[in-house]
């Protein structure tokens, strides 16, 4: 039967006016079994899909029932108004089943525009029916039926996200750890462009233009996105799966491969939108990326100085380069994956890039600590048994050479081509390094020298013996080995094995003092101090060391002031050797008094009195020579033959 048979006749007005009557159950009691047919009817439609007749004689009884609803409502009758109610309880039922079937169609949107897209737009139709009939209803304001408003067309939304955000955001704990991150991200990826293409082309037709759908749908997978990967990260991802994460969502997620995709430009726009991942959020992956990173760096440097370790007591000497200079591995291996890290970083953000950069720097610095160590180390077991290791002084060579090789890479791992100063507290762990490596090569060179050197000053070092050609041979064995570190070193090292011939031979004439008797012997004194000065200043001439750049100057100037012949110049002599060697202390010039054999009381008073009233402060860059030899307390001295000693 249809419907309208059962619809009594409207007034005017459009609401159906009650009879006057005590008893409105009277008036209504041939409605509920006409309206329970509808029911049926309507119950029939839905089970059929056929989803609009349904909604049409669906609204027609709530209709009925709101109309009735109201006049008892106007007439103050609240008693009947729970009747009327009881009469249509098969209204909510309808009304649930209908909606359940909206919400399946809507939550299959985007396989029924492809597919069926009459139901989907069905749907919508319905849905919008509804949205009318609630803001007619909002607008009167005067009476509210049951179940008003609807609101089907935010819970419309709502279940479009809920499918949007379903269980491709909720991917099991494995897919988003480890190598299954990267598989789970790239199937978001595709997933995501793909359906917002449909949108674009299809679901964009199939509702009003004022649904805004392709920017509800995108802006829906960008915040569930965020959630999404703010979820990932509440794990312990590895540094492969942080940079995954952080290379997706600062650069693939808007780039030409997904919402920058050829296809959903210019309509898709999500520019507008807060950040994937907040500034706070970058940063905080960051610094957990450089985290593991360091813990990465650390590790592989760590066995690389165990291998270079392992090298330095091996039975062979050191690799060279082509030039014939010592070198390892060490520098290449460690530059390289500073520089990869560095690099890879890139990719990302610049702040990335700064804070690996950083974190490289500190990274060497503390493994050049560490370096030092295992050479101090070294350097012990050496002292032990000079024969181990068997190419000591060659591995030593290496790591300056090697020292060097840092020193010169460090400023190409700023990222930024025009900044390539190196960090001050770097370039200080590389200075140590280098003074330490140079320390224990001056300490071989001098266990060498000192048998020699105990020997100054003696008879027969006095009557011209090869004492001094002795010290040039060992000198000259050690420049070799010395030519085979790059020419910046080989200068330092040669320059400071000078100063140690110089200091060694000062402190040998200083603290096993000798007394000239006679004119005579101070001229055979200073006969033999020119003759070592000299051979000596000529062997490191021939080696490259300038003579200004030699402390050798100071055993002239000290024999000048030993050969002068009246000693009541000493005190002008002594104010010029104070002048030029400001480092000389009165113990020094008092020793080189004694030395002289003839030197009165008066005179040396006055020569230490001109030293109280001329003190000397040491200019910048000065390089001391006296203040490392500490003259001895007196004793009985050393005569250079029998006889009375002065």
């Known amino acids: 039967m249809g419907f309208r048979g059962v619809l009594p006749p409207r007034e005017t007005g459009g609401a159906r006016a009650l009879p006057e009557t005590r008893d409105a159950e009277e008036q209504l009691h041939p409605v509920p079994v006409e309206v329970h047919e509808v029911f049926s009817h309507i119950l029939q439609l839905l089970h059929g899909q056929h989803l609009l007749e349904a909604h049409v004689e669906l609204m027609m009884v709530e209709q009925l029932r709101d109309d009735i609803l109201s006049q008892l409502h106007l007439r103050g009758l609240s008693g009947a108004q729970t009747t009327v109610l009881s009469y249509f309880s098969g209204l909510q039922d309808l009304n649930e089943s209908l909606a359940k079937q909206l919400w399946d169609i809507v939550g299959s949107s985007l396989r029924l525009v492809r597919e069926d897209p009459v139901l989907f737009v069905t749907a919508v139709r319905i849905i919008e029916r509804e949205e009318k009939i609630d803001d007619a209803l909002l607008l009167e304001a005067t009476f509210l039926p049951p179940g008003r408003p609807k609101g089907w067309r935010q819970k419309f939304y709502q279940v479009l996200q809920d499918t949007i955000t379903g ?4 991917a099991p704990r494995l897919d988003a750890e480890g190598p299954g991150l990267a598989k789970h991200l790239a199937a978001l990826q595709k997933d995501i462009v793909s359906e917002l293409h449909v949108v674009k082309d299809l679901m964009v037709q199939c509702v009003p233009a004022h ?32 940079f995954l994460l952080l290379e997706w969502a600062l650069r693939v997620y808007h780039s030409p491969e997904m919402m920058g995709h050829p296809d959903l430009l210019p309509e898709v726009d999500v520019s507008a939108l807060d950040p994937l991942m907040s500034s706070e959020l970058v940063d905080q992956t960051e610094r957990r990326y450089v985290m593991k990173v360091k813990a990465s760096v650390v590790e592989w440097m760590q066995r690389t100085l165990e291998v270079e370790f392992k090298e330095w007591f091996r039975e062979e000497e050191p690799e060279t380069d082509h030039e014939g200079f010592f070198q390892s591995a060490l520098p290449a291996i460690v530059m390289q994956m500073l520089n990869e890290n560095i690099q890879v970083a890139s990719l990302i953000t610049n702040s990335l890039q700064q804070k690996i950069y950083n974190m490289a720097l500190e990274e060497l610095e503390a493994f050049l600590g560490r370096l030092r160590e295992a050479l101090v180390q070294c350097g012990k077991e050496h002292q032990q048994d000079r024969a181990v290791p068997k190419y000591y002084i060659s591995h030593l060579l290496a790591v300056l050479n090697n020292n060097l090789a840092l020193s010169n890479s460090v400023s190409s791992l700023h990222p930024d081509t025009a900044c390539r100063e190196v960090p001050g507290s770097l370039q200080a762990a590389l200075d140590r390094m280098q003074k330490k490596a140079t320390q224990l090569l001056l300490e071989e060179l001098l266990l060498d020298l000192q048998p020699l050197c105990l020997q100054l000053p003696s008879r027969k070092w006095l009557s011209g013996s090869q004492l001094v050609g002795s010290m040039c041979e060992v000198i ?3 420049a070799k080995d010395f030519s085979r570190v790059r020419k910046p070193v080989f200068t330092l090292l040669l320059a400071e094995t000078e100063l140690l011939v110089a200091n060694q031979y000062l402190r040998a004439l200083l603290q096993r003092k000798m007394v000239c008797k006679s004119r005579e012997e101070r001229g055979q004194l200073c006969h033999r101090l020119l003759q070592d000065a000299t051979q000596l200043r000529e062997l490191f001439c021939g080696l490259g060391l300038d003579r200004g ?31 030029k060697y400001p480092d000389v202390s009165d113990e020094h010039i008092s020793t080189l008094l004694d030395i002289r054999g003839d030197v009165s009381k008066e005179v040396r008073h006055v020569v230490l009195e001109m030293m109280a009233q001329h003190p000397q402060a040491l200019p910048e860059g000065y390089r001391p020579i006296f203040s490392t030899i500490l003259v001895p307390v007196p004793e009985l001295p050393f005569c250079l033959r029998k006889g009375k000693c002065a």
């Open 549 to 579: 750049q030699q402390s050798l100057e100071a055993v002239f100037a000290l024999r000048e002031l030993i050969c002068l012949k009246d000693p009541a110049l000493l005190s002008l002599e002594v104010l010029g050797f104070i002048t």
């Open 167 to 170: 269980g491709r955001f909720h």
């Open 211 to 242: 649904y805004n759908i392709l920017s509800v749908c995108t802006a829906t997978y960008h915040q569930a996105l965020s959630s999404h990967l703010q979820e990932i990260l509440r794990e312990d991802l590895d540094k492969q799966g942080l």
């Open 476 to 478: 000259d064995k050690y």
